[in-house]
């Protein structure tokens, strides 16, 4: 699993992450499914499930969420109906118009990657949502929350909080690419066994902004398919199901 790629709608992304070369770059890698998550916003999703059918490369669908603490958190669905709403929330909570040309272009593409419009949001920006209510709602809708790329000096629980919360409703933390996962650096301070010890499921996914970074890192997990529901299963160690690395 890869749950953590960026398509053309983030202003941050690459233009030419569209929904056919994210699909071909995964399955090249040999990734049997990804997680569309674009700063705050689900346009694109529709576009990569249908660019995706016949692959063999499954899709789940969210977002990267942005709370008020400039806090990333990735929270993935399986309900169309539950992105929607969230959509819906995240879109009230968000102020601010995007400048193309001191942010990026925030790209809406159809499944061959055409473009058929731009998002004018401010989707870099940060919600009005603290962490505790954006996990509330994510959790409501029946969500799986993820804190993004802890191990970063910016845009992490670390770097705006300075530590994780242990009573904090995350079901896990997701490492960057450059976390060390041997075993002589598990205990170091930065390696996912360092992140390990506070109590949390560790997971690492690519966070791919540009094609080559699909699947240059992904996360191994038995279950009975690709579901949100199987992923938090997995996550929590429920019904034989575990995360493998």
């Not at 929350?145 to 802890?150: D, G, L, P, Q």
């Amino acid at each position: 699993m890869d749950l953590h790629i960026h398509t053309c709608l983030s202003p941050c992304a690459d233009n030419s992450m569209t929904p056919p070369l994210i699909v071909r770059r995964a399955a090249e890698r040999g990734v049997d499914c990804i997680g569309i998550t674009d700063h705050n916003a689900t346009d694109n999703l529709p576009a990569v499930r249908r660019a995706a059918a016949g692959s063999g490369v499954a899709v789940l669908g969210g977002m990267e969420l942005t709370t008020v603490e400039e806090i990333h958190l990735l929270v993935l669905f399986d309900d169309p109906a539950a992105i929607a709403e969230l959509q819906r929330i995240v879109d009230l909570n968000l102020e601010g118009h995007n400048d193309e040309q001191a942010i990026g272009e925030q790209l809406v593409v159809d499944e061959h990657g055409e473009c058929t419009g731009r998002n004018p949001r401010l989707l870099i920006g940060a919600t009005a949502l603290p962490i505790e209510q954006a996990l509330e709602v994510a959790h409501g809708l029946n969500g799986v929350c993820i804190a993004s790329h802890v191990d970063r000096q910016s845009f992490s629980i670390m770097s705006q909080l300075g530590f994780v919360p242990k009573g904090l409703a995350l079901d896990a933390l997701e490492v960057s690419p450059r976390s060390p996962m041997s075993p002589a650096a598990a205990g170091a301070p930065g390696g996912a066994g360092h992140w390990a010890a506070t109590g949390f499921p560790i997971v690492r996914f690519s966070d791919a902004h540009f094609p080559e970074d699909i699947g240059c890192i992904a996360t191994s997990a038995l279950v009975d398919g690709p579901s949100v529901e199987e992923l938090k299963n997995a996550l929590a160690g429920r019904y034989g199901r575990e995360i493998l690395h």
